[in-house]
C-alpha cells in the first residue's frame, strides 16, 4: 500500500511523542535519487526518504523508525564509532521495541522494486548473509559458532576443545528447530 508524506510526518511525531516527547518534530523530506540508502537522518530534525520508498507502507514506516533512531542520537549528542553500531542498536529497540530488527534493513518488495524499475533504478546485488552456526557437541554447554564461511580447521576436523565445557566436538545446529548434524 502506498504512503504520503503527510503521513509519514504524522507517523514520526507519534514516534516521538511516544518514546521521546522532549524531542523536537524531525521533518520528512523525500528525495529521489538513484541511491539504494532508503532514508537518511541529515541532522537531528531531518530525515530525507527516497520517493521509491513511499511505494510501501511498511518499509517506509522502518525506515522512519530506522532513521528516527539515528535522529535521536545525533539530537542526545551521542558519539559513534560504527553507525549501525551497538549505540545505534540500543536506540533502535528503544524507538521500535517490537520491530527492531526488521527495522535494520529495509526489505525490497514487490512494490519497491515495481516503483524502483519505474524510475530505472537497479537494485544492488548483495551477496546472501546467510550463515552457519555450529553449537558445542555437549548439548547441555551454550557455547555457539556463527560463521559465514567455514573455517578451514573446521572442514579438515580440527576443532580446539570448547572454551566453556572442554569437549572436543562441534556440531551445525541447523533451522529453528536445531536438528543437529554431527560435521565428523
Excluded at 88 to 107: G, N, Q, S, Y
Excluded at 168 to 184: L, M
Amino acid at each position: 500500500m502506498r504512503t504520503s508524506v503527510k503521513y509519514l510526518q504524522k507517523y514520526s511525531d507519534s514516534v516521538l511523542d511516544k518514546y521521546y516527547p522532549d524531542m523536537p518534530k524531525v521533518k520528512i523530506q523525500v528525495v529521489m535519487n538513484s541511491s539504494h540508502f532508503g532514508g537518511f537522518a541529515v541532522e537531528s530534525d531531518l530525515t530525507q526518504i527516497q520517493a521509491w520508498m513511499l511505494a510501501d507502507r511498511e518499509e517506509s514506516e522502518g525506515t522512519i523508525r530506522h532513521e528516527l533512531a539515528h535522529n535521536i542520537i545525533k539530537w542526545k549528542g551521542i558519539s559513534t564509532k560504527i553507525c549501525h553500531g551497538k549505540e545505534f542498536r540500543i536506540m533502535l529497540r528503544k524507538v521500535a521495541p517490537e520491530t527492531w530488527e526488521k527495522d535494520r534493513r529495509w526489505t525490497a518488495t514487490e512494490a519497491i522494486i515495481q516503483e524502483r524499475s519505474k524510475m530505472r533504478i537497479a537494485l544492488k546485488k548483495y551477496k546472501s548473509r546467510e550463515r552457519r552456526y555450529f553449537a558445542c557437541a555437549n548439548l547441555d554447554c551454550p557455547t555457539l559458532y556463527s560463521f559465514k564461511n567455514i573455517p578451514p580447521y573446521i572442514k579438515r576436523g580440527l576443532f580446539k576443545r570448547c572454551g566453556k565445557c572442554g569437549n572436543a566436538g562441534i556440531i551445525e545446529v541447523n533451522g529453528a528447530n536445531a536438528y543437529f548434524e554431527s560435521i565428523y
